[in-house]
């Protein structure tokens, strides 16, 4: 009798925070957990949540938070064309492009723009070069701090071929993809049956070209959703190094401005110090430089939820939809996920079997062995607290 009355006097929280430590010292790594009712912020589960961790692809909640902010969900990225055209149909000197980043042209996407731009203005020839003005970013940042050579880095630049990424890492990658944009808009002219006199080459605009036509990207929100859905790296860089540009748009973007942009914010909104409290250096999370904790990761996701409500939800991937977690988890859950080679990780929202809404992060690092699968760990401590909370 006696021990039965102990038992029932033991709390369910502390029986599951002692399932959870079993967990965790059967992982050979280093682990970080931080589970939070949604809406009274009452900590449900914690282990390490104030310890600093690389966070992989989570980083890529913090870009989402800029995006919403500081961009806005109905920003567009442009695309400038230049040129004089006294005779119609005829370009008496150059057509300039001037570039501005925009993630989501596609060999396709950029081909499009030729047939329209061709359309609009009846173009049968140009007499000049095609020239590249690529100069919005800084040109010798093509690559982010801390990314490694051993990963499939994607390239960075004004003029962005979507998926374009390294291949060989051995040889400078310094205006090859601006040049490959060129070279398809090339030929589509060519196609089309544009006479052009002269070649492809990278120089900055002239002060007496005029604008002629603009091309504008989709919404924000919709490049914000495939980011965040796919964990796509080149579209999450590029709304980090667009961030300065909103401050100072005819000022070349930096790294170096992009982190202070995103640190104001992040002082600002959470009181966190860059330096002191975490370090952020790219917007997709291939660096091996930042450092998050998942004290962090939640403060910006419950931020997110308050502000945007539910609506937020459709910028995380889910359990329903094609996206880095499909099929992962057997009930509702949206996530965002984190995959470097020793760092993983897993961040998001779901209602737990009784109704009650989480919100949650898992991160691990410095794991090795096949025993130590951080996927399959991560499942194990979310599918226990979907069963018991």
């Known amino acids: 009798m006696t ?18 430590e079993e967990s ?4 050979n790594g280093f682990t970080g957990i931080l589970i939070q009712d949604l809406y009274s912020g009452q900590i449900l589960l914690s282990h390490n949540q104030d310890r600093l961790f690389t966070p992989a692809s989570l980083i890529k909640i913090f870009t989402l938070l800029a995006g919403l902010e500081i961009l806005g969900k109905e920003y567009q990225f442009p695309t400038f064309f230049y040129f004089s055209s006294p005779v119609p149909g005829e370009i008496h000197s150059s057509l300039y492009i001037r570039g501005s980043g925009d993630p989501t042209h596609s060999p396709e996407r950029i081909r499009e723009i030729t047939q329209n731009l061709v359309n609009k203005y009846q ?8 020239i590249l003005d690529d100069f919005l970013f800084q040109k010798e940042e093509f690559l982010g701090r801390g990314w490694m050579w051993d990963d499939q880095n994607p390239l960075i630049g004004a003029l962005v071929i979507k998926g374009y990424s390294t291949k060989d890492k051995h040889i400078s990658y310094y205006n090859t993809m601006s040049l490959s944009w060129g070279e398809i808009f090339y030929r589509e002219l060519l196609r089309l049956g544009v006479k052009i006199k002269g070649s492809i080459k990278i120089d900055q605009i002239k002060e007496d070209v005029s604008i002629k036509a603009i091309f504008y990207s989709d919404n924000l929100d919709n490049i914000l959703r495939s980011m965040m ?8 860089e590029i709304i980090f190094r667009t961030l300065p540009l909103m401050v100072s748009p005819t000022q070349i973007s930096t790294i170096e401005r992009s982190i202070e942009i995103l640190s104001d914010l992040l002082y600002e909104l959470l009181g966190i110090q860059w330096g002191e409290d975490y370090l952020i250096v790219d917007g997709c999370g291939l660096s091996e430089y930042n450092l998050l904790t998942p004290t962090q990761v ?29 099929n992962r988890f057997s009930f509702p859950l949206w996530a965002k996920t984190g995959s470097l080679p020793s760092a993983s990780g897993l961040a998001g929202i779901f209602p737990s079997k009784s109704g009650r809404n989480i919100v949650f992060c898992l991160m691990e690092n410095n794991f090795r062995g096949e025993k130590n699968d951080p996927k399959l760990w991560e499942n194990q401590i979310i599918e226990y607290i979907y069963e018991n909370y």
């Open 3 to 20: 021990v039965l009355v102990i038992f029932c006097l033991v709390s369910p929280l502390v029986f599951c925070q002692s399932i959870v």
């Open 24 to 27: 965790i010292g059967e992982f």
């Open 123 to 130: 173009i049968r020839q140009i007499a000049g070069d095609i």
């Open 229 to 236: 859905k796919m964990s796509d790296n080149q579209s999450s």
């Open 298 to 326: 939640i403060e910006v996701i419950s931020y997110l939820y308050h502000k945007y409500g539910q609506d937020i939800l459709e910028f995380f991937a889910s359990t329903e939809e094609r996206g880095t977690i499909r």
